[in-house]
Antibody, heavy 119, light 110 residues
Framework: QLQLQESNPGLVKPSETLSLTCTVS??????????WGWIRQPPGKGLEWIGS???????YYNPSLKSRVTISVDTSNNKFSLKLRSVTAADTAVYYC???????????WGQGTLVAVSS | QSVLTQPPSASGTPGQRVTISCSGS????????VYWYQQLPGTAPKLLIY???QRPSGVPDRFSGSKSGTSASLAISGLRSEDEADYYC???????????FGGGTRLTVL
């Protein structure tokens, strides 16, 4: 059973870069059948897909965030990361890291970490 | 405004059957699998249905999914108080080249 755990930056200032890391345990991030990624949820609102990455490095991003997002994978440490640049208050949300087996949906989730954007 | 349209709320009494709809288009539901997630208060979402009508192991058979054309539905039979949660549909959109979610449906068990 995969377990995912997000890092916790907590508070990020407007215009700065939000950086999160997700540590994967119970399995290899280099599994060819898995995609890893990030989903966020603003307080009191619905889910928004940010993007996904395959261990090979192929990435998929939400078009509305693509210009500000980079997702990368660190196979040697079984981690993957999110960078969201030029944040504003609208980026305040609970950020979930996730793992999705190809064709079978997101079956592994981190517990979520609240990131607030405020000066 | 979500690409996928769900009713914001639904309700039922214990033992009843309720359905939650998810309306999309030819670029998403019309050509790709639909996924359903359940989110209990204060917790991460949980996969309920994959490939439009398949249940992961451990998900009760009270939950079922279906798809027709550009719409999909989640049905919950034998409603229980612990089913009170938010439910989201999700699908890959070929036009956007990205995963999209419905706005979510809050299910209340009366």
């Amino acid at each position: 059973q995969l377990q995912l755990q997000e890092s916790n930056p907590g508070l990020v200032k407007p215009s700065e870069t939000l950086s999160l890391t997700c540590t994967v345990s119970g399995g290899s991030i280099s599994s060819s059948s898995y995609y890893w990624g990030w989903i966020r949820q603003p307080p009191g609102k619905g889910l928004e897909w940010i993007g996904s990455i395959h261990y090979s490095g192929r990435t998929y991003y939400n078009p509305s965030l693509k210009s500000r997002v980079t997702i990368s994978v660190d196979t040697s440490n079984n981690k993957f990361s999110l960078k969201l640049r030029s944040v504003t208050a609208a980026d305040t949300a609970v950020y979930y890291c996730m793992g999705a087996a190809a064709g079978t949906g997101v079956d592994s989730w981190g517990q979520g970490t609240l990131v607030a954007v405020s000066s | 405004q979500s690409v996928l349209t769900q009713p914001p709320s639904a309700s039922g009494t214990p033992g009843q059957r309720v359905t939650i709809s998810c309306s999309g288009s030819s670029s998403n539901i019309g050509r790709n699998y639909v996924y359903w997630y359940q989110q209990l208060p204060g917790t991460a979402p949980k996969l309920l249905i994959y490939r439009s009508n398949q249940r992961p192991s451990g998900v009760p058979d009270r939950f079922s999914g279906s798809k027709s054309g550009t719409s999909a539905s989640l049905a919950i039979s034998g409603l229980r108080s612990e089913d009170e949660a938010d439910y989201y549909c999700s699908v890959w959109d070929d036009s956007l080249s990205g995963q999209v979610f419905g706005g979510g449906t809050r299910l209340t068990v009366l």
